[in-house]
């Protein structure tokens, strides 16, 4: 009697595996997926590179890049609660892979603008 | 969380571990701590919830007897301490002689000459 | 296609990883994501695989293990990195006992991010690598 | 018998272990006489980067101790800092961290209920076992953003907050997943074959568990009462508990401590879901640890202690962990003496070894 059960079971019962690459991967609205960075609004306060528990992100101030090793970072999001500037967030979707040949970091060019009247940023 | 800690001598050690023992006390901790004078090695004993700490001071070179003979389970702090401070234990109930976690450089958590750096260092290789 | 990669056998070792992408490796093989419908099978043995999976970020004592198990791969064999720790080190990277990443012992074809690495983006990675198992087949066929 | 002795590696690649652990089992004829484990393959010293990182970024290191028992080792390191600066945590927050530690419970016993059911070649009971898994990982997803490594506890409280929404809606789901628990313990503890596997095999005395320092199931399926959780730390003090104790020693009570535990789990956030505060999540932290801690609590696999000092600035000088598996190896070495060969791998799997806590 039981095994009817689940026999039938099977017959109404939508496939348990995911049918991923035709089947967009799942993840929720919370997920910490990868990295995005604004550079439109980082003020090169190095705030995120001191607190990154893995050192993902170099924030050059002379240069005004900001560099994420997407091969580094464990989306703690560490860097997002520290970021006073919202210049960080949280993505869905997951980093890709990459061959030996692709792998390398991601440079960004700072573009935010200081306002009219300048002021004191945080850090040294 | 009790944090009474009892300062003990180093050849009391296995007298402590046998009243313990007939205390009905469990062993839960053997913790190695670096301290301004050499190190301290704190026994953390549990009954009924309650922590109960004994605690010796040591410096390099100390041969500290073993709990072993009382508590069975002990060898594994001890094999760890030994390996990773580089104290000896005598008489323990199983002997790695070093063998139990091997590291790149011997005993990693010995003192060094200079404190920790207080500035997290990004590595320069990444930065170009 | 040649049979290995419509059917890529894969080994899996834990190169002092902190469990995360091991288990999460484990769950691409049960039936939530199951990679067996693509033919892929976890092998216990080297001589038999294809693809040689690699978590964790190789400390002191696993070198030798590590380098064994990649010479008893047989040619064309593909190495995916899985998760951070074995790309780069990770969090682990600065660890006395840690030697920062698989390269650093055996050459890695495909690095997967992630901590800890998500079945899906395991998946890709695998197929990715065997877009590279093709690729070192053919060049093996023509040194022949 | 034949008195000869021969010493036969067990590990550290073998099939049913995902971890690297080595066993060198001396054994004459079929019968092993002892063994001697070798561990430090997934040692990497996580411990001595701690005064290389801030104490509030560690949190994110230390749940990187074991990707299995992630959050337990978050929550008791935040504990300890806690303990040390006395801060006050939110009740809401407490029971938030209650409820996702007792999550990471059921998916580390369903877990190991799915290897010990691949270690006897039962594969469709492995699989089945981590497809409620992966249920419990969905909730855990939503809730905190990550499949097994969480990141959701922070010093001071937790990062996120549950919608009441979702709380009412995880009943229901958790009628399913408690359904679907039910079928698969059934299976353990009442299947012919297993038991035929697991009872008798492997026992560890009471006396042996308590002088050998066993902890969690291992101590538990011995008849020793110890469960962290019974002294009331975060809520645990009031949704009222009781630890499963089972009397026989043999890997039959350490596996059905397990599946107990799987439905008072459950139990234990459903009291949680009806009972939770409202209020913030968490506090702003100020200043820096001073003084040192014993930071306690109840993982999966047993007592695991967390031991810090700080000085007064933002870099703690000393962390030291204790996992359970550590003190169950020597349990283990105990009980492996005597068996049968064939019967040492699930032998292993039932003190369910976590390699990756134990060498952190």
Request: hydrophobic residues 35%; charged residues 25%; negative net charge.
């Amino acid at each position: 009697m039981k095994m009817l059960k689940t026999i039938l079971k099977q017959f109404f019962h939508e496939p348990v595996t995911t049918l991923f690459p035709e089947e967009p991967p799942r993840n929720y609205a919370g997920t910490r997926g990868h990295l995005v960075f604004d550079p439109s609004k980082c003020t090169s306060c190095t705030m995120c590179m001191k607190r990154c528990p893995s050192q993902a992100i170099i924030v050059d101030r002379a240069a005004k890049t900001w560099i994420i090793d997407r091969f580094r970072c464990v989306m703690c999001g560490n860097c997002v609660d520290v970021c006073k500037f919202d210049s960080l967030s949280m993505e869905r979707e997951y980093s890709k892979s990459a061959a030996a040949a692709e792998r390398g970091v991601e440079k960004f060019d700072i573009t935010y603008v200081k306002p009219e009247k300048p002021k004191k940023e945080g850090g040294e | 969380m009790n944090m009474e800690i009892n300062m003990i001598n180093v050849p009391d050690v296995p007298n402590i571990g046998a009243k313990m023992k007939s205390g009905g006390y469990r062993l839960v901790v053997i913790t190695c701590t670096p301290v301004s004078e050499g190190y301290v090695v704190t026994y953390s004993f549990d009954k009924d919830y309650k922590l109960q700490h004994y605690r010796i001071s040591v410096q390099d070179g100390v041969k500290i007897p073993s709990i072993g003979p009382s508590y069975g389970g002990a060898f594994v702090y001890e094999n760890e301490i030994h390996d990773l401070y580089g104290f000896t234990f005598e008489g323990m109930t199983l002997d790695f002689k070093g063998t139990f976690i091997k590291t790149s450089i011997p005993y990693p958590f010995k003192k060094k000459e200079q404190t920790a750096p207080t500035v997290t260092v990004v590595n320069k290789e990444a930065k170009e | 296609m040649t049979s290995a990669s419509k059917s890529p056998w894969i080994l899996h070792y834990n190169a002092s990883s902190c469990n995360g992408c091991d288990i999460e490796i484990l769950a691409a093989l049960t039936p939530v994501y199951d990679v067996e419908r693509f033919g892929i099978i976890n092998t216990g043995n080297p001589a038999h695989t294809d693809i040689f999976l690699v978590t964790g970020g190789v400390n002191e004592q696993n070198k030798v293990v590590l380098k064994n198990l990649y010479d008893q791969i047989p040619e064309p064999k593909v190495v995916v990195a899985v998760g951070i720790c074995a790309s780069s080190g990770g969090v682990f990277r600065d660890c006395y006992n840690i030697s920062g990443g698989v390269d650093t012992i055996i050459p890695v074809d495909v690095y997967v991010p992630g901590c800890s690495v998500r079945p899906e983006a395991l998946i890709e990675g695998i197929v990715k690598a065997l877009g590279i198992l093709e690729q070192k087949r053919a060049a093996m066929e023509e040194r022949k | 018998m034949t008195g000869k002795q021969t010493i036969i590696p067990f590990g550290p690649q073998h099939p049913v272990l995902p971890e690297p652990i080595h066993l060198d089992l001396v054994v004459e004829d079929e019968r092993v006489i002892s063994a001697i484990p070798s561990i430090g393959y997934v040692h990497r010293g996580l411990e001595s980067l701690v005064d290389r990182r801030e104490y509030q970024d560690f949190v994110y290191l230390a749940e990187r101790i074991c990707g299995i028992c992630s959050f337990t080792h978050s929550s008791t390191f935040c504990q300890g800092i806690e303990g040390m600066m006395g801060i006050e945590v939110p009740p809401r927050a407490t029971y938030l961290r209650t409820m996702w530690g007792e999550y990471s419970r059921i998916h580390s016993h369903l877990l190991w209920l799915g290897l010990f059911a691949d270690s006897l070649g039962f594969e469709s009971l492995f699989y089945n076992a981590w497809k409620i898994r992966e249920s419990i990982l969905n909730e855990l997803e939503a809730t905190t953003g990550g499949r097994v490594i969480q990141g959701v506890c922070k010093v001071g409280g937790v990062r996120r907050d549950v919608t009441p929404q979702f709380l009412s809606e995880m009943d229901d789901r958790l009628d399913g997943i408690e359904d679907e628990m039910k079928e698969l313990t059934n299976v353990f503890l009442n299947d012919y074959t297993l038991k035929k596997r697991l009872v008798g095999k492997g026992v560890l005395s009471k006396e042996d568990a308590y002088i050998l320092g066993a902890a969690g199931p291992t101590a538990r399926g011995s008849g020793l009462d110890i469960d962290i959780r019974s002294t009331g730390y975060l809520a645990y003090g009031d949704v009222g508990f009781k630890p499963v104790v089972e009397k026989d020693g043999d890997g039959y009570a350490r596996c059905a401590v397990r599946c107990k535990e799987l439905f008072q789990s459950v139990e234990i956030i459903r009291r949680v879901m009806t009972d939770m505060p409202s209020g913030d999540v968490s506090v702003p932290v100020k200043g820096n640890p001073d003084g040192e801690y014993f930071s306690r609590s109840e993982q999966p696999r047993g007592e695991v202690v967390h031991y810090l000092k700080g000085n007064g600035t933002k870099y703690l000088t000393q962390f030291r962990v204790r996992t359970p598996t550590l003190t169950n190896v020597p349990a283990l070495v105990s009980i492996i003496g005597g068996c049968e060969l064939a019967d040492v791998p699930q032998i292993v799997l039932t003190i369910d070894p976590c390699i990756g806590c134990m060498e952190r």
